[in-house]
């Protein structure tokens, strides 16, 4: 997160005289991204055309208008941005072709977040026709302090949506086709992709008296394997957002009693005869809160978990990685590279289980990565300790 105090100097706007007196705001990104260095104020008399040359010049416009056209004003960016990003991949190969995909999706986004709007010191909006925003406020930044804020309007749209994934939830069929829900908060990944969890439904538990869950996020693989009989549980996890969000769904589902939510890196003290870890799948470079579940530097979480989770497994235990192969066909990783780690860890392969995505980007042949997604598969991998 990222919150300091900027100084938003006025300048000649698009559409209004420019105020006598500037006012200081405080800057709000929850992926730490930087203020932008200039802002102009605009208002509904703005085009399309003028928001999109200001974005793309790293200007950033207060928006002083009807609430409504600010987000119809933030989908015609949206157009835009999208239109001068697409194509640029179709010549490449991979893994050109994917960085290139990152860095338009990264300009694409950095275009769309120059539409800014003022949040009021008690979580209002004051412009005309806005909602009503101070519980998904509340529910992501805590009480209002009365700090004057300003974010940019797709982090507010984003925020409002994920309270509303928190307040409906996710339903999860893993066990059954009623399933469970589970309620993501602000931040914290939401379990959407559901064929990893119909692998740890069906595979044959270890023991049911311990298990450790590394990167609990919602804490849905804990409460798939708590619904399955483990008698105690750790989940781990270094967002502590994520644990308040693991702990809420657990006690939800009345699952709270055998487990514990613990603040760490990976693992927690001690051994338990099994150990269940489903890190990020691709190696890069997060770029927002939701990413970290999708991408992570050099591979760090996978590799660590490969070297050390061989000192915390009881005798005879199991080591369960959830991963998929994208990077593989993405040529980010290797699968020789993989063993490797595996190998390296002192640990061997006692089994795997796959199972193809159905994700609707599998699908999607306008996807600039579809030949890659095409080819997708889940997999968990049972291992274990390597006899010495």
């Not at 009623?178 to 559901?194: A, L, M, N, Q, T």
């Amino acid at each position: 997160m990222c919150l300091k105090s900027i100084h938003l100097a006025v300048v000649p706007t698009l559409t209004v005289e420019p105020d006598v007196n500037a006012f200081k705001a405080h800057w709000y990104s929850a992926s730490g991204a930087s203020a932008p260095l200039r802002f102009e104020r605009v208002n509904d008399h703005c085009s399309a055309d003028q928001a999109y040359t200001l974005a793309c010049a790293g200007t950033a416009m207060l928006w002083q208008g009807d609430f409504p056209q600010a987000r119809q004003l933030l989908q015609a960016l949206t157009r835009r941005a999208t239109r001068s990003a697409s194509g640029k991949t179709a010549s490449l190969a991979m893994p050109q072709a994917f960085h290139a995909h990152r860095m338009a999706q990264a300009q694409r986004a950095r275009i769309l977040s120059m539409l800014v709007v003022q949040i009021e010191g008690d979580y209002r909006i004051a412009l005309r026709r806005a909602p009503d925003v101070q519980a998904a406020l509340r529910s992501a930044w805590g009480e209002a302090t009365g700090l004057v804020r300003v974010l940019s309007l797709r982090e507010l749209l984003a925020v409002i949506s994920a309270y509303e994934w928190q307040r409906k939830g996710v339903t999860v069929k893993a066990l059954s086709e009623e399933g469970f829900k589970i309620y993501p908060h602000y931040g914290v990944f939401s379990p959407v992709r559901s064929e990893y969890l119909d692998l740890l439904a069906k595979a044959p538990l270890p023991s049911t008296e311990r298990a450790f869950d590394i990167g609990t996020g919602t804490g849905v693989i804990a409460a798939l394997l708590l619904m399955r009989g483990v008698k105690q549980l750790i989940a781990t996890d270094s967002s502590e957002s994520a644990l308040r969000c693991a702990q809420a769904n657990l006690q939800q589902l009345g699952l709270s009693a055998g487990a514990q939510c613990q603040l760490c890196d990976v693992f927690p003290h001690g051994q338990a005869p099994l150990i269940v870890c489903n890190p990020p799948w691709l190696p890069g470079k997060a770029t927002s809160l939701l990413e970290q579940a999708i991408y992570d530097p050099d591979s760090r979480m996978l590799r660590g978990f490969l070297a050390g989770v061989s000192a915390h497994l009881a005798p005879n235990g199991q080591a369960w990685l959830v991963l998929s192969d994208l990077a593989e066909h993405l040529h980010l990783r290797s699968r020789a590279l993989l063993l490797q780690w595996i190998e390296e860890g002192g640990l061997q392969v006692l089994g795997r289980d796959d199972i193809r995505p159905s994700h609707p980007k599998v699908q999607d042949s306008t996807d600039p990565l579809h030949a890659a997604r095409a080819q997708e598969v889940t997999s968990l991998w049972r291992l274990g300790v390597r006899a010495a």
